[in-house]
């Protein structure tokens, strides 16, 4: 916070951008007056998920960043998932209800940066439908 506002980070896939995720980042957006959306590269999506993204790194960040509630966007880093900390120095960084990847290190990627950023998790928005896997298989299911 050393211009006075709050930054807050995010990190997600955002492959083909949901009312799920829109609901998601306008939260986020809610926690301080800055918001840095962080992309997930596709060799990294392939690792957490198993798959390939439906869309590639760069449609998917061309999409974050012509959001209006989205101050920022960039690709993570290929190598350390953690080297935005460095780069962004959130004040805060809010979570998925559902997200897990890369979370258990989270704090201590904090730590050894010498951040107190809060982590907040967020609520879902009717997960039960706004999830992309469920819209992926719902989709697939359409196309049979």
């Given at each position: 916070?050393?211009?006075?506002?709050?930054t807050v980070l995010v990190f997600g896939t955002?492959?083909?951008?949901?009312?799920?995720h829109l609901h998601f980042l306008h939260q986020a957006r809610e926690r301080g007056d800055r918001l840095h959306v962080l992309v997930?590269?596709?060799?990294?999506?392939?690792?957490?998920?198993?798959?390939?993204p439906?869309?590639?790194?760069?449609?998917r960040l061309l999409a974050v960043r012509d959001l209006l509630m989205v101050d920022e966007a960039s690709l993570g880093d290929p190598v350390d998932r953690y080297a935005a900390l460095d780069?962004?120095?959130?004040?805060?960084?809010c979570l998925g209800y559902d997200q897990q990847a890369f979370v258990g290190g989270l704090?201590?990627?904090?730590?050894?940066?010498?951040?107190?950023?809060?982590?907040?998790?967020?609520?879902?928005?009717?997960?039960?439908?706004?999830?992309?896997?469920?819209?992926?298989?719902?989709a697939a299911a359409q196309r049979d």
């Open positions: 916070m050393a211009d006075g506002r709050m955002f492959d083909g951008l949901h009312p799920g997930a590269r596709d060799a990294t999506v392939l690792e957490v998920k198993g798959r390939a439906e869309f590639d790194e760069n449609e780069r962004v120095r959130p004040d805060v960084i704090k201590a990627g904090l730590r050894k940066r010498g951040l107190r950023t809060a982590i907040v998790r967020l609520d879902a928005f009717h997960d039960d439908v706004f999830k992309s896997s469920k819209l992926r298989r719902g």
